[in-house]
């Protein structure tokens, strides 16, 4: 099998989950690019720290020029963050002539013209999927899957850190203090958190995400940003009394001929769908004039989401290097050996139509314990009709299961009159 080798420049939070995802899942990728890519390079701050993945001898390294001067490596992943040296290092490797995946968001957002640029002289590619959104496919939704549409609108949560503090703020009364501490246990925040929570973080992303939906050039002091550092107890407790979420918006709206671009917090509706995006999740609405409203909605942050953004950039640059590799196949990710089961288990909403008199409950219950179906909640929604409705929600249970013991109940034709409805309850 032919070998693409790859290296890293920096083993943190994203470099951590890019190994992960690579040991974890290297059969799937092998037989996906019909390549074995291997880590030849890995530089690192630290030589000597503890790292839970096994490297050769040899692979680490403290020194930048034997990863960006390696012959034998193809593609260079620059995860270290920051604009300064990781700049000069992409740049050196680009015209060493290797492809470029990045997660840096400060790096492509200052410099991006002159980033392509070169690359298109040097003819190598560069994809930068984890910049923005985390695991969210946001780059390659907006470049290749809208490409026939013109963006109207793009209005987004995507920093994971506020968001996680906003929602721990709202919903379980936290100070924002503590809540900032839990962000970056989590591993959401920025090593110095300051640009997640006064906005920057945000303006880099939402250069980014203008730069490909409207194709201009904009710059990221360019746009105005405010962070969430002046949101009190006060407004949250407003937010709540009156229906509305507090959230950190990133908005690019055209105008006729011009480009509205801020980023705010906002108070929006609880009935927006931007409302219900919680925790360190993120969302991206965006309008195209074909395809219409839009949104994205995934895990912003994090270790091995945003190392499965830089994954799939990598597997896409080596399945563009490998014009050979599975021409005119159909398009899946993976090839796996699975039992078709049809539905397993869940739990149910059921309402069946009974007669109201003693002991009709009791019948029910009975009937559905023997079958091992346990009820999470029962109601009876009327009184003195000749049949009511009782509704049960039931915990876990396999649908054969209850298959059965609703084969039963329908034998019980003196109480039960019908099996009305069956609805799955999904996060119950
Ligand atoms: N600090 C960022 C966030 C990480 O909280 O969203 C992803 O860019």
Do not use: W
Request: charged share 25%.
């Amino acid at each position: 099998m032919a070998v693409i080798n790859i290296g890293i420049l920096g083993l943190g939070t994203v470099g951590s989950g890019v190994m992960n995802i690579f040991q974890e899942n290297r059969e799937r990728i092998r037989e996906y690019t019909g390549v074995d890519i291997q880590t030849k390079k890995v530089l690192v701050r630290n030589m000597s720290k503890p790292r839970d993945t096994f490297f050769e001898n040899g692979t680490l390294t403290a020194d930048p020029q034997e990863v960006l001067n390696d012959p034998e490596i193809d593609i260079i992943v620059e995860l270290m963050g920051g604009i300064e040296p990781a700049f000069s290092y992409v740049l050196q490797a680009i015209e060493n002539g290797k492809h470029i995946v990045t997660a840096n968001k400060a790096l492509i957002a200052t410099h991006y013209e002159e980033l392509f640029k070169t690359a298109s002289q040097n003819g190598v590619e560069i994809r930068f999927e984890g910049s923005v959104g985390g695991g969210i496919p946001v780059i390659d939704t907006i470049t290749a899957r809208l490409a026939g549409n013109r963006i109207d609108e793009i209005v987004g949560i995507i920093n994971g850190t506020t968001n996680y503090i906003l929602t721990r703020m709202s919903k379980d009364g936290m100070g924002f203090e503590e809540a900032l501490k839990l962000a970056q246990d989590k591993g959401f925040a920025e090593a110095d958190p300051t640009s997640d929570l006064n906005g920057q973080d945000v303006s880099f992303k939402l250069a980014i995400l203008a730069a490909i939906s409207f194709g201009i050039g904009i710059e990221q002091k360019d746009i105005p940003y405010e962070g969430i550092t002046k949101i009190a107890e006060d407004e949250i407790s407003y937010a709540m009394e009156s229906g509305y979420t507090v959230k950190l918006l990133a908005t690019a709206r055209k105008r006729e001929d011009k480009l509205e671009i801020y980023v705010h917090p906002t108070l929006i509706p609880n009935h927006h769908p931007l409302a219900a995006v919680s925790n360190e999740f993120n969302a991206l609405f965006i309008r195209g004039n074909a395809v219409g409203e839009l949104m994205l909605y995934g895990k912003g942050a994090g270790s091995l989401p945003t190392g499965s953004a830089v994954v799939g950039d990598i597997l896409d640059i080596v399945k563009l290097k490998r014009k050979s590799a599975k021409t005119g196949s159909r398009p899946i990710a993976n090839k796996e050996d699975l039992r078709i089961i049809g539905e397993d288990t869940g739990s149910y909403y059921i309402r069946l139509q009974v007669i109201d008199e003693p002991g009709v409950l009791g019948a029910i219950t009975t009937v559905l314990g023997k079958n091992g179906i346990s009820i999470a909640s029962v109601s009876q929604q009327a009184l003195g009709q000749k049949d009511v409705p009782v509704i049960f929600v039931t915990h876990k249970v396999k649908r054969e299961k209850l298959d059965k013991g609703l084969e039963e109940l329908r034998e019980l034709k003196d109480i039960v009159k019908e099996v009305a409805c069956i609805l799955r309850v999904e996060g119950y």
